[in-house]
């Protein structure tokens, strides 16, 4: 069976929540069971310096351990005497005789005691004389004593010893700790069904983001970019939303962008093709004859076609960066002036002035394509040719920045509306008016422009000119 992310969370949560719990539960034992023993230990402490005060008390009367030596009964009555704070003498003063005497025959105490007894405080306490030899002890293999020594006048007559406690026998202790080891169960219980519920409901709603984004993503997937969902958390939930968005975005303005592609590359197919067929079918049907003017019209139509395919297959060279760029260091000014002096005629033939840049007092070097570049200002200086009124001009300018050179191409009128400025350098834009198709432009030479200053890390923008145009600006970085 395969588990759904808000189950995989949920038990995510709870087995965290459990292990905290549990890993509490062990420690608090341990720790409560620690301190207990400390606790038994320092009580059954106090309880043997009232035994150490008795037995000097006992020998300081007897003047040596004979009195006690083979006498459990009375050791065992000592033992049970220290757990109170009156003092061993008062306690015997009514028949300390009675105490002396050895114990009957018949009632003899065990000399070695049960296993669950030898945990117990009279039998883990060992009294040696002077010469360290047992008196009374009890001690089982491993056990090491805390020895302490007897004296009277700074004279040691023997050593007390207590076997520090392994575990808890006393039943009212063991009651006490058992009630503290269910009350941390129940204790541990509550918690573990409190972070369950608690697991549920936060992983369904960290899952229904989730699941609202997976349905969107299906929804973006099936190609429908309209789809956004809703983004107004900060954590990373909200950023993948907020990025889903941005995607979502992106692909419905490409879609757009390659409908309208599709629908304009068309367009421009269509309108040299139907002029080529009608003027074919006008000759084969014997409306027109093949006269030259005939034939010049047909390769008018063929060039334009050309053209067209041309920069389509530029473009998508470029887009996929498979466009071949040779950089190198040249001299920018060289360059432009090739270009400048290759469109001249066809300036002074359409009776528009071609104003070129003045000479610059040093040479503009900037590593880059030739060829790009000299396809750059051919694609500008065509665009100004073939949109600008007769009697107009064109104005080439330079400026040198601190670490870039300037090109402005300023034409006269026909202008371009302020609000179609940024989306002139789109594919297969054209301006409605005077700049349209009736001049022969697809709308590519600008897109083709864009494409060739960027991959020179430049940038190009358009601007209304002074002079009542255009106003193209490219800047490029200068080498060095």
């Known amino acids: ?72 009964r009375l050791w065992m009555h000592m033992l049970l005497s220290c757990r109170h704070e009156k003092p061993f003498p008062a306690m015997l003063s009514e028949d300390r005789s009675r105490w002396l005497e050895p114990p009957p025959p018949e009632r003899p105490l ?7 007894m030898q945990q117990n405080f009279d039998w883990r306490v060992t009294l040696l004389d002077a010469g360290k030899k047992p008196i009374f002890s009890s001690l089982a293999p491993g056990d090491k004593p805390r020895f302490s020594p007897l004296a009277i006048d700074h004279q040691i007559i023997g050593y007390l010893g207590l ?39 936060l992983s369904r709603r960290m899952v229904k983001r989730i699941t609202t984004l997976a349905t969107a993503t299906h929804r973006l997937a099936a190609g429908n970019y309209d789809i956004r969902v809703e983004a107004k958390s900060g954590d990373e939930l909200g950023q993948l939303a907020r990025d889903f968005n941005s995607l979502a975005k992106t692909l419905e303005s490409n879609e757009h962008m390659r409908r309208r592609w599709v629908a304009d590359i068309s367009h421009e197919l269509r309108t040299p093709l139907a002029v080529l067929r009608g003027e074919v079918e006008a000759v084969q049907d014997g409306v027109r004859l093949l006269t030259p003017q005939t034939l010049d019209t047909l390769h008018s139509e063929v060039l334009r076609l050309e053209r067209l395919v041309s920069d389509l297959y530029e473009l998508s060279l470029s887009d996929i960066g498979a466009l071949q760029y040779r950089k190198t260091d040249i001299d920018l000014m060289e360059v432009l002036q090739q270009s400048l002096d290759a469109h001249l005629p066809q300036f002074t033939e359409k009776g528009l002035s071609l104003l070129a840049p003045s000479a610059q007092p040093e040479d503009l070097f900037i590593h880059g394509d030739p060829e790009r570049l000299s396809q750059l200002f051919s694609n500008l200086l065509e665009n100004s040719l073939r949109y600008t009124d007769a009697n107009g001009q064109l104005q080439v300018t330079i400026e ?65 000119s002074t002079l009542g145009g255009l106003w193209v600006v490219v800047t490029l970085p200068r080498s060095g």
């Not at 065990?110 to 669950?116: G, K, Q, Y």
């Not at 392994?166 to 204790?187: G, L, T, V």
């Not at 300037?406 to 009128?413: I, K, P, T, V």
Request: hydrophobic share 45%; proline share 7%; charged share 20%.
């Open 110 to 116: 065990p000399h070695v005691p049960p296993p669950p």
């Open 163 to 201: 076997t520090p406690p392994k575990i808890i026998i006393d039943p009212h202790q063991q009651r006490f700790a058992q009630e503290q080891r269910r009350s941390m169960a129940i204790i541990s219980l509550i918690v573990t069904t409190a972070a369950a519920l608690l697991s549920l409901p």
């Open 1 to 72: 069976m395969k588990l759904s992310i808000k189950h995989r969370l949920f038990l995510a949560f709870l087995a965290a929540a459990g292990l905290v719990v549990a890993s509490m539960f062990f420690i608090t034992k341990f720790s409560f069971e620690r301190s207990l023993l400390r606790y038994v230990n320092t009580t059954e402490q106090e309880r043997l310096v009232r035994l150490e005060a008795m037995l000097e008390t006992a020998y300081q009367d007897h003047g040596n351990w004979d009195f006690l030596r083979n006498n459990r």
């Open 400 to 464: 040198i920045l601190e670490h870039a050179v300037q090109l402005n191409f300023r034409d006269s009128a026909p202008g371009v509306p302020p609000e179609t400025l940024g989306r002139l350098f789109e594919r297969l834009f054209r301006v409605e008016g005077s700049r349209n198709r009736k001049h022969g432009g697809a709308g590519l030479g600008l897109a083709l422009c864009k494409n060739i200053v960027e991959a020179h890390n430049g940038s190009i923008e358009a601007r209304p």
